[in-house]
Each structure stands twice: as C-alpha cells, then as structure tokens.
C-alpha cells in the first residue's frame, strides 16, 4: 500500500472523495483540507469512497469526528461506503457510525445523502 | 426610586434565568464561556471581561472574551496560581489586593484594563479565572453586582467542572473503546488462526492491523530464511521493501531471540538497524511459535495529532500479544501449505503412475483410489470409497485372500499374472497388498498396488510362439531392441527339413497334413525353447532357427547341436508312435552354421519381422538341403569350435551355389 492520494468529484450537491492509502494523520488532513475549502463554497455533503483505503488508525478517525463535527454546524452530512471489514468495525467501535452514514454503494451512498 | 430598585432587581433576576438556559441549552464549553461573559458583563454592566481556562503545565487560555484582546500579554498570571486558593471563588480587586498583585502583574492588568480577578475553584482544584473589566461610564460595583458575580462565577465553576468531567469521561471513553479495537484485533487474530489459511493473505492482515491499532506510520513483517542471513520482507505497509536489506545477524535481532522479548527504540538509541532504515522511533517484536523464531515484525514511528512520538511500554506489550497471535497463526498456514503441497504431490504422484493404488482402512474399507486403480478396475470412485474389499473383489478370491494373508501376517504379500475378474475376463494383474503403518509401528490398514500386465501378456503369450520366455523378457525389458534398424552379428542358424514331405502330403488328406505338421512342430519347438533358440520362421515343413540374437552367450553353438541331437532322438520316439497308429515315419535333415549375418526387425511398423540374413544363413539352409534323413550336417567353422564336445565326421566338401571353393563339411555322429 503506498503513500496517501485522493480524487474529488461532485456529484450534484454531493463531494465524493475518493482515498487511496493509510488512512491516518496525512491522510486525514488532506481529507479535511479538501472538506473544508469545499465547506467554504457552500458545501455540506461529503461521501468518502474507502475502497483502497484499507486501514485505518485512530488519528485519521478523530480527524473524521473533527470533520463531522463542524458539518453538524452547518446542518451537513458525512458518509461512507466501499468500507473493508476492518475499516467499518473500527468506525463502529469508535463511535463515527453514530453521527455519519455507512453506505454499500456509491449510487445508494449519493441518494442516501440528500 | 423604588421602580428603579424593583426594575433592576427584576432585571437582575431575568439575567440569572438566562444564565441557567445558557447553561442546560449550550452543548459546548466555548458555547458557555462566550454565553456566561456576555450575560456577566451585561448585567454587571461592565465594560469587558473574560475567562481563563487553566491548562496542563499551570498556563491560562482564553475560552471567551469580551473586548481583551487574545493576544494579550498573560505571562504573570502564572506566578498567582500557588496564591490563588485563599481567595478561592472571591473577588479580588486588581488596584486594591496588594499581597497577590504586585506592581508587574497590577501593570499588566492594567494595561488590559481588568478590576475584578475572580479564582474558579472547585474543591481544591483551580479550573479558570473570570476577569472583569471597569463598570461603564466610572461607575463602581455595587453590593448587588458582587452578589450577581458570586452566583454567576459559582454556577460558571460548576460548568467548568462539569465540563471537565465530560472532558474526562470522554477521554476515558475513546480510551475504552481504543481498548476495545485493541481486544477486537487480537479477536480478529485469533479468528483468523483458523479461517486464514494463506500465508501473504495472514501476514497482511495481521501487519496492516497492527500498523492501524499502534498508530504507527508504516511497518513490515520480517521472515528467517534457512539458506541466507538476510531477512525476507513477507509483508509491508507503506515501506519499500526493495530496499530493506536487513540481516538476522543484526545485534538487535539477537538481543531480541536471546531475551524473548521486544524492543522500543527512540530517537536517541541511535542503534545500526535505525540508521540503516533511517527511521528514528522503532518497535520491534519477535514472531515466535513452539519456542522457534518465524521472524520479526517492525513498526515504524507512533503518531499523534501533534507529530510523531516514540512507542511506549504499552504499545510494546500490545504488539508481543498481536505477534504471538501472528506467529501460531503463520505457523499454522505454513504447516497447512508444507501438507498441502506434500499431499498434492502424493495425489500426483499416484494420479501420475500406470500402477493402480487403492488404501484400505483398518475396517476393511477403501478410503483411496487413484485413476489408474479406478481404469484397472473399469469403475468409478463412488462405487469403490467406503466399499469392503470383501465387495469389491468379490470375483477375485485370490485377490481376497492375498489381502487378508498380508493383513493376518502383516508383511508384503504379491502375486503375478493373475487373472483378475473384478476388471474383465481377460485382465491379468501383478497384484501386491503392502500393510500400512503408524508412527508406532500400529496397522493402520493395508495398500494394493494393482499392476495391469494383460497388453505385456498378450505380447507375451504371442511372443512366446516363436521366442523362449528368456528373450521375450529381454525384449519388453528393454523397448529399443523392438527399433528398426540392425546390426552385425556372429549367430549359429538351425535349419530343419522333412524329407520327402512334399511327395508324402501329397497321398494325405490336407487335414492330416497340417495336424501332422501341427505335431512335429510342437515337438521341435519345445526343443528349440529348451535351449533358448529363436524361432525365426517355419516355411511349409522347414524350421529356422537362430542363436545369438537377439541375445547372445558364448554356448550358442553348442545349444544348438544339442537342440539338433535332441530332435532327432525325439523324432524316433515320434516315428514310433507313428508307426503303432500305421502312419508312415517321417524324416528330418538338420543343418547348422556359425557367422556373421545382419539381424534385427526386418519390415515395416505393421508387420514387422526380428532375422537374420546373409551368407552365413544362405550356407545353413545349404547343408541342411545336404543332409540326409536323420543327419546333422555342419559347416567347418562350427566343427573347429565344437570339436571338442561332440562326435564328428567329416565328408567331402560340396560345391555351394554362390560359392567358387567347396565348402567343408562334417556330420555328428551318433
């Protein structure tokens, strides 16, 4: 697994960033650097397409919680799908599932959003 | 005047209201802060103010302000703090409190223009400051604001600490449930002993795992390997294993293998494996099972919002247990593949081998069976797994009780070219029934080796009719004698004739002709395979016979005077029969010669002859033509080299078609 990258697409309202790496500290930031320029235009609906994105550590989760966090300030969403088993049991067990949305597929993951 | 005491009070009361909505609504501490001075100032009517927050290492931070700048100057607040708790929740006049605030910090708080420091205590335990700037317009505090200030300050404190509870609570909260992915993990781990079977599927799953729970940035899962000092990298997470060149001779490894235990190094260790990874902060485990160390796992740099720290003890604990998970886990696979492939290599090996291999359990009952077992008995395996033996050979009772000798006596019992019903009619196997045995010399049941020979008896049985069973065997021993071609060799070739057995079949009836011919050749070929000749080809009544080839031995000559002298006795005893049923006697002409011919398979692939030709032939068939009635006539060169062991005379040489000189002739005497 090598160093961290995203893409970003919109997808009408929705921002879908797709990861590809560790999901932990650097990962994280890019994560919530793109989230909160995209913030600053008005956006409030995130998707995270995990699928090569296969581990995760803490720091990358609570990088989330700060992300979720400041979306609940401006009545915005976070979601997730494409998740590996350890990827999903670890945000479950953390707590994120309670306040963000675990989805199974982009097209699920999109009309679930709005 | 009363209104205005009353409307103050009412305004007063209505600001404390506030204050508990601000309080229950506000979910956040910042939320509070900024809600608790806004309501403070107004009500008090002060100009601004603003509230501290004690943090770790006795510094203060501002959690709201209402006109005091951020970055102001609050460097002395922290030489009060050990003062603070004798003017626990009072208010302390910045101009007037001459014992606590000195001239530095009086300026300083000049400067920012406070008049009030009130110390938030809870118990003994300082959580905050509440700073109050001038009241508007000059005026000073009354009785009532302090009154409000005490309530506002009591209730702020009690926020603060409520908050720093919550605080704790969540923290020991993601403390549990980081706890929890922790014996999650290791669950996972363990789970994966028995459901995860494949080596780099296991390693990956236990090194990324291991990488997510630490925190750490990247890592790798080192393997011994028996033939080379260098480390083989079996798994990697975000380090470039091309490059990583470790040896297990590295004092770190030893240390590690002597003590049984891991290792965390920090920046200033300064070890060799740091500076060849190029990595500071390091943990390092050792993957071990049943006392032997599989190898290494490394993790690399332990992160944190704040940067990268060094791994403590507990990382190091929670790495020993996930690696010994690993090691019995990688253990287990690596014990499953050795038998997988040993197993596969066996089923190759038997579904590869011509010879049919069917085990039987200590029941009786087959468990086994390759594909040449299953053609040899023209069956499927549904029908043989689990059958009794008794069963399935049930038309072989030979075969039966070959099996249960091997099993009564224990030791191998074999037979060969029996005829074997279980599979048709006409099959003939080599059958061997092996007893198969445990690790303490225990039965564990019995292995037959079932080896169709029909084609090879076929042959035989064919090839017998015209080559002793010595020469057959040589030929199917050995493929390439049955090659075209040939070669050059010294044989000794018999030739037979009847004499005057064209005139004589002539006054028979065709039938008696042939079982006439049927008999004497029956007769002589015995003879002929007696003493190893090869029948090379009968042609009406005369027999040729060759020793020496395809095989040779140093008495081909003497084998065939014998054969020569044994038909001729055996043609008396034949006329004598002959004779008691009134049929008329029959006489043989034998000649023999020795030299070189060229012999081999003569013909094409479909029909295809083993003889020999040449002069040395030619002159056999001559003297045979020359002899007489119950005469064996040979060539000199056979008498030079029997004269020793047989009676000769010698005759008159006679002129050879072919040949310019007469040829020189002897007959045995007898």
């Given at each position: 697994m090598s160093d961290f990258s995203l893409e970003v697409k919109k997808e009408g309202s929705v921002v879908i960033i797709k990861t590809s790496g560790y999901l932990n500290n650097v990962g994280g930031e890019k994560i919530s650097e793109v989230c909160y320029e995209e913030m600053e235009k008005g956006k409030n609906l995130f998707l995270l397409?995990?699928?090569?994105?296969?581990v995760v550590n803490s720091i990358g989760v609570s990088i989330l919680i700060e992300i979720i966090e400041k979306l609940q300030d401006v009545d915005g969403k976070l979601g997730y799908y494409n998740l590996a088993p350890i990827v999903e049991k670890t945000f479950n067990i953390m707590g994120l599932t309670k306040y963000s949305s675990v989805f199974y597929s982009e097209e699920e993951a999109i009309k679930g959003m709005l | 005047m009363e209104t205005d005491e009353k409307g103050q009070l009412n305004y007063y009361l209505s600001s404390l209201s506030e204050l508990g909505e601000v309080l229950i609504d506000a979910d956040k501490i910042n939320k509070i802060g900024s809600g608790v001075l806004r309501l403070t100032l107004g009500t008090i009517m002060a100009s601004k103010g603003a509230i501290f927050l004690l943090k770790k290492g006795n510094e203060f931070s501002f959690l709201a302000t209402q006109?005091?700048?951020?970055?102001?100057?609050?460097?002395?607040?922290?030489?009060i703090i050990p003062k603070l708790e004798k003017f626990k929740n009072k208010q302390i006049d910045v101009f007037l409190e001459k014992e606590l605030i000195k001239e530095d910090l009086k300026k300083q708080l000049k400067e920012i223009k406070v008049k009030i420091l009130i110390p938030l205590f809870h118990d003994k335990h300082l959580l905050g400051l509440l700073c109050i700037g001038n009241k508007f317009m000059g005026q000073t505090f009354t009785g009532v604001d302090s009154k409000v200030l005490n309530i506002i300050s009591n209730h702020l404190t009690k926020a603060l600490y409520n908050n720093q509870l919550i605080k704790e609570v969540e923290s020991k909260e993601k403390e549990v449930k980081l706890k929890l992915l922790e014996l999650e993990t290791l669950f996972d781990i363990s789970l994966a002993i028995s459901s995860v079977l494949d080596i780099k599927e296991l390693t990956e799953e236990v090194l990324w795992r291991s990488v997510g729970i630490l925190n750490a940035s990247k890592g790798m899962l080192l393997f011994k390997n028996n033939h080379n000092p260098i480390l083989k990298p079996i798994a990697t997470f975000?380090?470039?294993?091309?490059?990583t060149l470790l040896s297990k001779n590295l004092k770190v490894f030893k240390e590690i293998k002597e003590k049984n235990r891991g290792i965390v190094l920090k920046t200033?260790?300064?070890?060799p494996i740091q500076v060849k990874l190029k990595e500071k902060n390091l943990i390092i485990t050792p993957l071990q099972a049943k006392g032997k160390t599989l190898g290494f796992m490394i993790l690399c740099n332990k992160e944190t919002r704040k940067g990268i720290e060094a791994f403590n003890p507990l990382d190091l604990d929670l790495l020993t247990a996930l690696s010994n998970q690993a090691a019995v886990a990688i253990d287990n696979a690596t014990l499953f593949k050795d038998v997988t492939k040993a197993k596969k290599f066996n089923e190759s090996v038997l579904s590869s081998i011509a010879t049919g291999v069917v085990t039987i359990n200590r029941l009786g009952e087959v468990d086994s069976i390759n594909k040449a077992g299953l053609k040899i008995m023209k069956t499927k395996k549904e029908n043989v797994i689990g059958n009794h033996f008794m069963f399935l050979f049930e038309k072989d009772p030979s075969v039966i009780g070959l099996i249960e000798k091997a099993e009564k006596e224990n030791k191998i019992c074999s037979e060969i070219n029996i005829s074997f019903i279980t599979s048709s009619q006409e099959t003939v196997v080599n059958f061997s029934v092996s007893p198969r045995l445990g690790k303490?010399?225990?039965?564990?049941g019995l292995v037959l080796a079932i080896e169709d020979v029909t084609d090879v008896s076929k042959v035989k049985n064919t090839f017998k009719r015209y080559v002793s069973k010595q020469v057959v065997d040589e030929l199917l021993d050995d493929d390439a004698k049955l090659n075209l071609g040939g070669e050059e060799r010294e044989v000794t070739v018999l030739f037979t004739d009847i004499r005057g057995f064209t005139s004589m079949s002539e006054k028979m009836k065709p039938e008696k002709v042939v079982s006439t011919l049927n008999e004497y050749f029956s007769l002589m070929i015995d003879i002929v395979f007696k003493y190893n000749g090869t029948l090379d080809k009968i042609i009406g009544d005369e027999l040729m016979v060759v020793y020496g080839a395809p095989t040779s031995s140093k008495d081909d000559t003497e084998r065939a005077l014998k054969t020569a002298i044994d038909m001729q006795e055996e043609i008396k005893t034949f006329n004598k029969n002959r004779l008691k049923k009134k049929e008329n006697p029959i006489y043989v002409g034998i000649g023999i010669n020795r030299g070189l011919v060229v012999s081999g398979n003569i013909g094409s692939r479909e029909m295809m002859d083993y003889t020999v030709i040449g002069d040395t032939v030619n002159l056999g068939a001559r003297l045979c033509s020359a002899a007489g009635p119950n005469e064996i006539y040979v060539s000199d060169y056979v008498w030079e080299n029997t004269k020793g062991l047989f009676n000769y005379k010698k005759l008159a040489p006679i002129k050879v078609k072919g040949k310019s000189k007469k040829i020189g002739i002897y007959k045995i005497k007898n």
């Amino acid at each position: 697994m090598s160093d961290f990258s995203l893409e970003v697409k919109k997808e009408g309202s929705v921002v879908i960033i797709k990861t590809s790496g560790y999901l932990n500290n650097v990962g994280g930031e890019k994560i919530s650097e793109v989230c909160y320029e995209e913030m600053e235009k008005g956006k409030n609906l995130f998707l995270l397409d995990l699928e090569n994105s296969k581990v995760v550590n803490s720091i990358g989760v609570s990088i989330l919680i700060e992300i979720i966090e400041k979306l609940q300030d401006v009545d915005g969403k976070l979601g997730y799908y494409n998740l590996a088993p350890i990827v999903e049991k670890t945000f479950n067990i953390m707590g994120l599932t309670k306040y963000s949305s675990v989805f199974y597929s982009e097209e699920e993951a999109i009309k679930g959003m709005l | 005047m009363e209104t205005d005491e009353k409307g103050q009070l009412n305004y007063y009361l209505s600001s404390l209201s506030e204050l508990g909505e601000v309080l229950i609504d506000a979910d956040k501490i910042n939320k509070i802060g900024s809600g608790v001075l806004r309501l403070t100032l107004g009500t008090i009517m002060a100009s601004k103010g603003a509230i501290f927050l004690l943090k770790k290492g006795n510094e203060f931070s501002f959690l709201a302000t209402q006109g005091i700048p951020k970055e102001s100057n609050l460097s002395l607040f922290s030489n009060i703090i050990p003062k603070l708790e004798k003017f626990k929740n009072k208010q302390i006049d910045v101009f007037l409190e001459k014992e606590l605030i000195k001239e530095d910090l009086k300026k300083q708080l000049k400067e920012i223009k406070v008049k009030i420091l009130i110390p938030l205590f809870h118990d003994k335990h300082l959580l905050g400051l509440l700073c109050i700037g001038n009241k508007f317009m000059g005026q000073t505090f009354t009785g009532v604001d302090s009154k409000v200030l005490n309530i506002i300050s009591n209730h702020l404190t009690k926020a603060l600490y409520n908050n720093q509870l919550i605080k704790e609570v969540e923290s020991k909260e993601k403390e549990v449930k980081l706890k929890l992915l922790e014996l999650e993990t290791l669950f996972d781990i363990s789970l994966a002993i028995s459901s995860v079977l494949d080596i780099k599927e296991l390693t990956e799953e236990v090194l990324w795992r291991s990488v997510g729970i630490l925190n750490a940035s990247k890592g790798m899962l080192l393997f011994k390997n028996n033939h080379n000092p260098i480390l083989k990298p079996i798994a990697t997470f975000n380090w470039d294993d091309e490059k990583t060149l470790l040896s297990k001779n590295l004092k770190v490894f030893k240390e590690i293998k002597e003590k049984n235990r891991g290792i965390v190094l920090k920046t200033n260790d300064e070890t060799p494996i740091q500076v060849k990874l190029k990595e500071k902060n390091l943990i390092i485990t050792p993957l071990q099972a049943k006392g032997k160390t599989l190898g290494f796992m490394i993790l690399c740099n332990k992160e944190t919002r704040k940067g990268i720290e060094a791994f403590n003890p507990l990382d190091l604990d929670l790495l020993t247990a996930l690696s010994n998970q690993a090691a019995v886990a990688i253990d287990n696979a690596t014990l499953f593949k050795d038998v997988t492939k040993a197993k596969k290599f066996n089923e190759s090996v038997l579904s590869s081998i011509a010879t049919g291999v069917v085990t039987i359990n200590r029941l009786g009952e087959v468990d086994s069976i390759n594909k040449a077992g299953l053609k040899i008995m023209k069956t499927k395996k549904e029908n043989v797994i689990g059958n009794h033996f008794m069963f399935l050979f049930e038309k072989d009772p030979s075969v039966i009780g070959l099996i249960e000798k091997a099993e009564k006596e224990n030791k191998i019992c074999s037979e060969i070219n029996i005829s074997f019903i279980t599979s048709s009619q006409e099959t003939v196997v080599n059958f061997s029934v092996s007893p198969r045995l445990g690790k303490n010399e225990e039965i564990l049941g019995l292995v037959l080796a079932i080896e169709d020979v029909t084609d090879v008896s076929k042959v035989k049985n064919t090839f017998k009719r015209y080559v002793s069973k010595q020469v057959v065997d040589e030929l199917l021993d050995d493929d390439a004698k049955l090659n075209l071609g040939g070669e050059e060799r010294e044989v000794t070739v018999l030739f037979t004739d009847i004499r005057g057995f064209t005139s004589m079949s002539e006054k028979m009836k065709p039938e008696k002709v042939v079982s006439t011919l049927n008999e004497y050749f029956s007769l002589m070929i015995d003879i002929v395979f007696k003493y190893n000749g090869t029948l090379d080809k009968i042609i009406g009544d005369e027999l040729m016979v060759v020793y020496g080839a395809p095989t040779s031995s140093k008495d081909d000559t003497e084998r065939a005077l014998k054969t020569a002298i044994d038909m001729q006795e055996e043609i008396k005893t034949f006329n004598k029969n002959r004779l008691k049923k009134k049929e008329n006697p029959i006489y043989v002409g034998i000649g023999i010669n020795r030299g070189l011919v060229v012999s081999g398979n003569i013909g094409s692939r479909e029909m295809m002859d083993y003889t020999v030709i040449g002069d040395t032939v030619n002159l056999g068939a001559r003297l045979c033509s020359a002899a007489g009635p119950n005469e064996i006539y040979v060539s000199d060169y056979v008498w030079e080299n029997t004269k020793g062991l047989f009676n000769y005379k010698k005759l008159a040489p006679i002129k050879v078609k072919g040949k310019s000189k007469k040829i020189g002739i002897y007959k045995i005497k007898n």
